[in-house]
Nanobody, 128 residues
């Protein structure tokens, strides 16, 4: 059974930090890229960051560049999203998802329909 378990969300003041974790099971971790998405109330889901678990190459959407860092611990089948200097506009439910690691559309978050597996979200709330 494929599972993606996201955790680490919470309430933090603006300027603070949180680290999200996404632990995967049920598929060959190294064959997939893991992406983070978020959805704020009343807004469409957007891609935040993605990492190739085989090469370590990472992609970030412009609004989080320089503030967020994605990393992978393949021994633990876990991807982390370190979020620094959080802003109220980062408030959302954050989801992790797995897509084929050789797909450019996956690696650049160009098409979230390319992601095969999705986890349940974790709430991140940033107060001003």
């Amino acid at each position: 059974e494929v599972q993606l378990q996201a955790s680490g969300g919470g309430l933090v003041q603006a300027g603070g930090s949180l680290t999200l974790s996404c632990t995967a099971s049920g598929f060959t971790f190294d064959d997939y890229a893991i992406g983070w998405f978020r959805q704020a109330p009343g807004k469409e889901r957007e891609g935040v960051s993605c990492i190739s678990t085989s090469t370590g190459s990472a992609y970030y959407t412009d609004s989080v560049k320089g503030r967020f860092a994605i990393s992978s611990d393949n021994a633990k089948n876990t991807v982390y999203l370190q979020m620094n200097n959080l802003k109220p506009e980062d408030t959302a439910v954050y989801y992790c998802a797995a897509g084929w690691g050789r797909s450019l559309a996956v690696l650049t978050l160009a098409n979230d329909a390319e992601f095969d597996y999705w986890g349940r979200g974790t709430q991140v709330t940033v107060s001003s």
